[in-house]
């Protein structure tokens, strides 16, 4: 952890807020704190923090997280401000200039919104600024929402090329079984997924405020190790102790190798906005041949999606081999269906000329 120079901590809103709700401003205060001496100590830090629902209850006489998306998005855009200028003023204190990135689901996604988010964080740091990323809760629907932090923390440590991810909650790390059970202890390493397997991972905290609860941040972990970066699980109460190097909660050690980022939440979304169903050969042909997916080989398309979502592609018995972006919209695929790509373009033009998903859009789950 000492050795780590540059680490992307997340904050959930239960870390943030007051019991009454509403952004606290001690525990924003000690936070920034500490990633301030992180910072004096020569770690590089990129801070994704939750809280702009919070934070934007009180200004609208809300006494609770709205479950309906427009409410919470009108609560986001209040708050976002609010909580950025709260971090602005304190990070200030410490001659720290802050700067706010707000992510889609697309900015990790679409290949030139991933350079371009790339190369803003890559400037913001070159510049010395501690990016504050949120998502960017105001635009997002439903379908195109990470809903948590915890999954969009793990991929921003991908995209700035972290060495270290510490999830700061509520709760000081994982326990083998909800907290408020007797008998939950804590798990101090998690070597790999096998370590996982006898958690059992209660509801979200009492808080009210926080989203994902410890699932999401076991995915998120998941996703990180899997992708070379370790990940250190504890409270923000122990923020200090992690980042100096003590060993405090759920240390997630990094099992795989970088991937490119914007496939890594291609694989762990939850599923795709629609399915792609394939005969035997086109199986093969992505599966064990790593091949684009030509129309040729598709034999049915199932849900609603325009080009550019993610899809998942079912072998004929409907199990899930793969999930990718989908080159065409799903009124567009039906007439493409089992024609060559050379019968597409003497038939329709040059453009259907492409492939249905491009090999470099598609993960194998
Ligand atoms: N096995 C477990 N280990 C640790 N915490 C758990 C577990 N199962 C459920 N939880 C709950 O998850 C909560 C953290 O999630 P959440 O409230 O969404 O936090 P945040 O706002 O930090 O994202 C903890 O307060 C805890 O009660
Ligand atoms: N983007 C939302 C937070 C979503 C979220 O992940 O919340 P949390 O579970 O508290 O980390 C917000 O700023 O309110």
């Given amino acids: 952890?000492?050795?780590?120079?540059?680490?992307?901590?997340?904050?959930?809103?239960?870390?943030?807020?007051?019991?009454?709700?509403?952004?606290?401003?001690?525990?924003?205060?000690?936070?920034?704190?500490?990633?301030?001496?992180?910072?004096?100590?020569?770690?590089?830090?990129?801070?994704?923090?939750?809280?702009?629902?919070?934070?934007?209850?009180?200004?609208?006489?809300?006494?609770?997280?709205?479950?309906?998306?427009?409410?919470?998005?009108?609560?986001?855009?209040?708050?976002?401000?609010?909580?950025?200028?709260?971090?602005?003023?304190?990070?200030?204190?410490?001659?720290?200039?802050?700067?706010?990135?707000?992510?889609?689901?697309?900015?990790?996604?679409?290949?030139?919104?991933y350079r371009n988010a790339h190369n803003t964080f890559a400037k913001l740091i070159e510049l010395g600024v501690l990016p504050i990323v949120n998502e960017n809760d105001t635009v997002a629907t439903s379908e195109i929402r990470f809903g948590d932090n915890d999954r969009l923390a793990a991929l921003v440590a991908h995209l700035v090329h972290a060495d270290l991810l510490v999830l700061l909650s509520d709760v000081d790390g994982l326990y083998d079984g909800p907290p408020s059970r007797t008998g939950s202890?804590?798990?101090?390493?998690?070597?790999?997924?096998?370590?996982?397997?006898?958690?059992?991972?209660?509801?979200?905290g009492s808080s009210g405020v926080g989203t994902g609860g410890m699932t999401t941040k076991v995915d998120a972990a998941r996703i990180a190790t899997g992708a070379g970066i370790d990940v250190l699980l504890t409270s923000a109460d122990q923020a200090a102790a992690a980042l100096s190097g003590a060993e405090v909660g759920t240390h997630f050690e990094a099992t795989g190798k970088r991937r490119p980022t914007r496939l890594l939440w291609l694989a762990h979304a939850t599923s795709g906005q629609g399915t792609l169903t394939l005969d035997d050969g086109a199986v093969r042909a992505v599966v064990e041949r790593r091949a684009s997916l030509l129309a040729?080989?598709?034999?049915?398309?199932?849900?609603?999606?325009?080009?550019?979502?993610?899809?998942?592609?079912?072998?004929?018995?409907?199990?899930?081999?793969?999930?990718?972006?989908?080159n065409f919209d799903a009124d567009e695929l039906p007439t493409l269906l089992g024609r060559s790509t050379s019968e597409l373009k003497s038939a329709l033009g040059a453009a259907y000329e492409r492939e249905v998903i491009h090999r470099d859009d598609l993960v194998l789950l």
Avoid at 187 to 203: E, K, R
Wanted: net charge positive; no cysteine.
């Fill in 1 to 113: 952890m000492r050795a780590a120079r540059r680490i992307v901590v997340k904050v959930g809103s239960s870390s943030l807020t007051t019991a009454a709700g509403g952004i606290d401003p001690g525990r924003v205060r000690r936070l920034v704190e500490v990633l301030a001496a992180a910072r004096d100590a020569g770690a590089e830090v990129v801070l994704v923090s939750s809280g702009a629902i919070a934070a934007g209850l009180a200004p609208l006489g809300l006494k609770k997280r709205p479950s309906a998306l427009p409410a919470q998005q009108a609560a986001a855009s209040v708050g976002q401000g609010l909580l950025a200028h709260r971090y602005q003023e304190e990070f200030a204190r410490h001659g720290i200039v802050t700067g706010q990135v707000l992510l889609t689901v697309d900015d990790v996604t679409r290949r030139a919104h």
């Fill in 185 to 204: 202890r804590l798990v101090p390493v998690v070597h790999s997924d096998a370590d996982l397997a006898s958690v059992v991972i209660g509801s979200a």
């Fill in 296 to 326: 040729a080989g598709v034999t049915a398309v199932g849900g609603t999606f325009v080009a550019g979502d993610a899809v998942d592609l079912l072998a004929t018995d409907g199990t899930v081999v793969a999930r990718g972006l989908v």
